[in-house]
C-alpha cells in the first residue's frame, strides 16, 4: 500500500533553515509528481510546492517562492523540501503529498489532485 | 484570504443532505476541470474525496458527490452520518502564477 513518512521537522529560529524528507513506498515513485502542502496551526491548508515525475518542473507558492527549493531523489523514493529565511507565518504541518492526474508536456504541468497524504511534519520557528 | 471562498461551517441532522459551495475563478474552478474535495478530521491528515470535479475515489461511499457550475463547485452529502462530521477543503488547479489554490474550509457540524 502506498505510505508517504514525512521528517526533519522541529523547532528552529527566525532565518533559520530546515530540511524536509518525505519517504515514499508502494508505489513508482518515478512515474508521479509530488507536492508539499501546509497546515498553520488552527487554520486550513495551503499548497507549497509541486515537482513533476522527474524533476523537470516546479511550482511554488508566492509565499514561499525565492526561499523553498522542492527537489526528489527518484532512485532513493523520497521527496525534500529545503527551506530557508525561515519566517514565524511558516510555522505549520507540513505534509507530502502523491500527485495523480497531473498533465505533463515538455515544459509545463497543469491539474492533479492529491490521491495520498503523508501524516505530516511539525515545523516551528520561534526564538 | 483563500483563493476559492467556501463557507466556514455548514451544519445537517443525521440523514439529511448538504452541500457545501466552493467559489473561484475563471482562472481556476471556472477554467478546469480539476476541482478535487478532501475531508480532514481533527489531528489526521486529509483525504481525497472527489477529484476532477465530480468522480469519486475507489473506498469513498456514494453518498458524496461533487458537480460544477461556472465558477462555482459543489459538494454534497447525502445521508448524513456521524462519521462525517469533519473539515472539508475544495481545491483546484490554477492557471496564475502558482499551481494549486485550495479553499479555506469547511466545517461540517452533524447535529
Known amino acids: 500500500q502506498v505510505q508517504l513518512v514525512e521528517s526533519g521537522g522541529g523547532v528552529v529560529q527566525p532565518g533559520g533553515s530546515l530540511r524536509l524528507s518525505c519517504a515514499a513506498s508502494?508505489?513508482?515513485?518515478?512515474?508521479?509528481?509530488m507536492h508539499w502542502v501546509r497546515q498553520a496551526p488552527g487554520k486550513g491548508l495551503e499548497w507549497v510546492a509541486f515537482?513533476?515525475?522527474?524533476?523537470?518542473?516546479?511550482y511554488y507558492a508566492d509565499s514561499v517562492k525565492g526561499r523553498f527549493t522542492i527537489s526528489r531523489d527518484n532512485s532513493k523514493n523520497t521527496l525534500y523540501l529545503q527551506m530557508n529565511s525561515l519566517r514565524a507565518e511558516d510555522t505549520a504541518v507540513f505534509y507530502c503529498?502523491?500527485?495523480?492526474?497531473?498533465?505533463?508536456?515538455?515544459?509545463?504541468?497543469?491539474?492533479?489532485?492529491?490521491?495520498?497524504w503523508g501524516q505530516g511534519t511539525l515545523v516551528t520557528v520561534s526564538s | 484570504q483563500s483563493a476559492l471562498t467556501q463557507p466556514a461551517s455548514v451544519s445537517g441532522s443525521p440523514g439529511q443532505s448538504i452541500t457545501i459551495s466552493c467559489t473561484g475563478t475563471?482562472?481556476?474552478?471556472?477554467?478546469?476541470?480539476?476541482v478535487s474535495w478532501y475531508q480532514q478530521h481533527p489531528g489526521k491528515a486529509p483525504k481525497l474525496m472527489i477529484y476532477?470535479?465530480?468522480n469519486r475515489p475507489s473506498g469513498v461511499s456514494n453518498r458524496f458527490s461533487g458537480s460544477k457550475s461556472g465558477n462555482t463547485a459543489s459538494l454534497t452529502i447525502s445521508g448524513l452520518q456521524a462519521e462525517d462530521e469533519a473539515d472539508y477543503y475544495c481545491s483546484s488547479y490554477t492557471s496564475s502564477s502558482t499551481y494549486v489554490v485550495f479553499g479555506g474550509g469547511t466545517m461540517l457540524t452533524v447535529l
Open positions: 503529498a502523491k500527485s495523480r492526474g497531473a498533465e505533463c508536456g515538455s515544459d509545463s504541468c497543469k491539474g492533479g489532485y492529491f490521491d495520498y
Open positions: 508502494g508505489f513508482t515513485f518515478s512515474s508521479y509528481g
Open positions: 475563471s482562472s481556476d474552478v471556472g477554467g478546469y476541470n480539476y
Open positions: 476532477d470535479v465530480s
Open positions: 515537482i513533476r515525475y522527474d524533476g523537470g518542473n516546479k
